[in-house]
């Protein structure tokens, strides 16, 4: 046998080469180089799917340079660049049929065979787009995709249509025809199957042909709608539309879930499915949605989420983050339900619990976490409907308990307590007794989550629960003692301030009067020539002696008495004769005025012991804008301080800003309440600057939202708002109460975040000058409602009610009679519509 190898060595030997010549390809020598030039434009169109283009093209430049009558396997002579019968000025029109016919034939000839080389030669170059599976292409067939409708024949449809009326009485008469003569003959009975057929074809055929022809349009009618009910149904495996995505996302659970646990069965490893990108029920705000199959060892298994929250959080973030570069403004906009705008978060939508389940979920039922080797992946459920388990917010820190705690300091204990007996019966809970300071803490939650923390609550054993009471209280007691030291420091400052700015024979008599009330309600003497007998009463009455208040003079040395609000300001401060106002701002140490003019220069330093930790944290975020903010926003931020400090720096004022439909507030808010305030770090605007005429922007979403917390008075009837002192000062008592963490501070956030995004766009001035007007805008305000307190306009008002009881754990507090505004309204217990949970 010879050696591998030992033809090809003889064909060397005799000269001959290597291998045997096979066909020579049709392109060849000049033909290759011009078909090769041409390379990349044949992957460009095949990876769009345009070739039939292309094809066309290079056909047509192959007949300008080689003609028509070039062999297939033949080519110029060298140095020719275009063949001998070649004429660019040929008239086509003027061709015999024939030759016409032929030059088609050619052409559809050489168009294909190019066609072919291209393919042959290139091909493998191509990048094509593999189209992904749906859902339905991955599953059985028969399970989850109806089956595509087939035209029924005239034959079945006439039976089953007029078997009773046109066919039941010739096959009866025929079969009893067909028996007898089988009878006769000694033969079995035909069988009626068989008969039946026979005898419904005949009498099909015996039909008139108007009626034949009826009965097939008749089919052809039906089968076209059962076709174009095939197709919808197609169509919506893919989903195109918001509603379509909001339903496969609602129901991707479905999918997801067994997906999940058969690749944990198969593969012996833990899964988790992460979804993110634009949720239409958010407004087409991106987030995460997921799955997970794996659980931890121990007493309480724990899926991935809840097992490392800050290193699932990591990893959301930069998951959101991708997609932040994935999908486009529009396309968000186009993901969102219409119902709910993308600016849709209020305080109380919190996105999710500490297991990462649905705050929102219609009747969830208590998820029990047992000790099984097979438990489910969602931490609750509705009933037979698998929900997809949002993951955490992604800026949420994880709490030093099980349970993590979102606050809402928007529902006070005496929205909660009233409902506790009888919604936690309802909700079945029965488990351990909740002491007080736990009961406070939920108070501070939003209502969704308050019903599913008391949810939780059940499954606890009752060491854990001890250890969440104690927990709660000694956190009550830490910001109980913290809101005291921060209440006392305010009192003193206010009280050195007012002795301090005092001028001597400031203002009339009844100026001095008002100065000795405030003076004695500290139990020091009045001053000397204080005024009349009336003004010491009322000197006295402050300082709470009964017998003063009779006309006798206060007794030396009496208590002070307990304020729930700031005391009134002398009534000499902030008014000049004639009535204008001459406001000021919180004295500071430094120049009054110095800097002012310029941005940075102008910032004040502060008495800040007696300010709260959120108003601190927010100054410091404040003073950011001393280089982009100019004199307006210095003068803004006094204006703020002032209203604060005219306030006693409360951590959570009387009335909150308005919350309202949730279209018009910026979205940026919400999600900052959420992420825990953190005023360190600046907070990405989710839609364009602005300018203000710039539908959907911050700019134009700001405005909307502080319309809403403008007197009633200052709107025009066109929309727009008047001037801020050309109305009268009672009608800005409930602004001035806007106080706290929840109030006018967050507008202040957001004018800050807008000035921050304004100061790096590239149309900075631009944007600037739009965000100045808003600065402007506030600070005009806060300087009206500073007046108001000054002048004791929010205190007389009250004085006027009834008093307000102060609430206890089984104290509803009341409101005045006659008096019922939209905040009211908006900061109710929401109803449940479905009933209590649990049931």
Known sequence: MPRKGAAARKRA?????????????????????????????????????????????????????????????????????????????????????????????????????????????????????????????????????????????????????????????????????????????????????????????????????????????????????????????????????????????????????????AAQQQFGMNVSILLCGPVPDRGGRIEVRSVHAGFSNGLVPRIWSDFDRGGFDAGQRSFVNFAHHCFTEEECRARALQAIPSASVSDSDVDVDAHGTPAHSPNPIPAAITASNTPTPTATATPHTPILTPTPTPDAEPDTTQFQSFRNPSYGMDDLFPMWDTDMEDAGYTGPAVGAALRWEMSLMSPAECMEYMEKLGTMTPEMLNLANERAEAQRRAERASNEAAAAAAARARDE??????????????????????????????????????????????????????????????????????????????????????????????????????????????????????????????????????????????????????????????????????????????????????????????????????QGSFADRWWAWWMRAQPAARVKANGKLGPADAIPMEEWVKFSKMAGKNGLLLYMGGLLWWGEAAAAATDSKMLLGDWRVAVLDMACALRVAVAAKDNGLDLNAEAENEAVAEPTTRTKRKKPEGVEDEEDKENEWPKYVNGPIGK
Request: proline share 6%.
């Open 497 to 694: 301030r007012d002795k301090a700015a005092a001028p001597e024979g400031a203002g009339d008599e009844g100026d001095k009067a008002a100065a000795a009330a405030t003076t004695r309600a500290h139990g020091e003497a009045a001053p000397e020539g204080a005024g009349d007998e009336r003004d010491k009463a009322a000197a006295a009455a402050t300082a709470g002696n009964e017998v003063g208040a009779r006309g006798e003079a206060a007794p030396e040395g009496a208590a002070a008495v307990e304020h729930t609000r700031p005391k009134p300001k002398p009534a000499w401060r902030g008014v000049q004769s004639g009535g204008v106002m001459a406001l000021e701002r919180p004295e500071a140490s430094g120049e009054e005025n110095e800097g002012q003019g310029n941005g940075e220069g102008g910032w004040k330093d502060y008495d800040k012991s007696g300010w709260p930790q959120e108003l601190i944290n927010a100054f410091r975020a404040f003073e950011r804008g001393k280089t982009w903010g100019g004199a307006e926003w210095v003068s803004c931020v006094a204006d703020f301080v002032a209203l604060e400090q005219a306030s006693g720096y409360p951590v959570k004022g009387d009335v909150l800003a308005p919350q309202g439909e949730k279209n018009l507030r910026p979205e940026e808010i919400p999600t900052f309440m959420q992420r825990r305030r953190k005023w360190e770090k600046g907070v990405t605007l989710t839609s364009g600057i602005g300018p203000a005429s710039a």
């Open 13 to 261: 030997r005799e000269g001959k080469p290597p291998v045997k010549p096979g066909k020579q390809s049709w392109v060849h020598g000049t033909k290759l180089g011009f078909f090769t030039a041409y390379k990349e434009d044949f992957i460009a169109a095949a990876e769009i799917q345009e070739t039939g283009a292309f094809y066309t093209r290079i056909a047509k430049l192959y007949l300008k340079k080689y003609g028509y009558n070039t062999a297939w396997g033949g080519d110029l002579e060298e140095g020719q660049d275009t063949a001998d019968d070649v004429d660019e000025d040929e008239d086509v029109d003027t061709l015999l049929p024939e030759v016409a016919e032929a030059r088609s034939a050619y052409y559809t000839k050489l168009r294909n065979k190019i066609a072919v080389w291209y393919h042959a030669q290139y091909g493998g170059n191509v990048r094509t787009k593999q189209v992904p599976k749906t859902f339905k292409q991955l599953f059985d067939r028969a399970e989850l995709e109806p089956s595509e409708p087939t035209r029924k024949r005239e034959l079945h449809y006439y039976s089953a249509n007029f078997y009773a009326e046109r066919i039941k009485p010739r096959f009866i008469t025929r079969l009893a025809a067909a028996t007898r003569a089988a009878a006769e003959r000694g033969e079995k009975p035909p069988a009626e199957v068989a008969l039946r057929q026979q005898v419904m074809k005949e009498a099909w055929l015996a039909e008139t042909p108007a009626f034949r022809a009826e009965i097939s349009q008749t089919i052809d009618k039906l089968h076209a709608a059962a076709l174009e009910t095939y197709k919808v149904a197609l169509a919506n495996d893919t989903p195109s539309t918001a509603e379509e995505y909001s339903i496969a996302l609602n129901n991707a659970a479905f999918y997801l879930t067994p997906f999940a646990e």
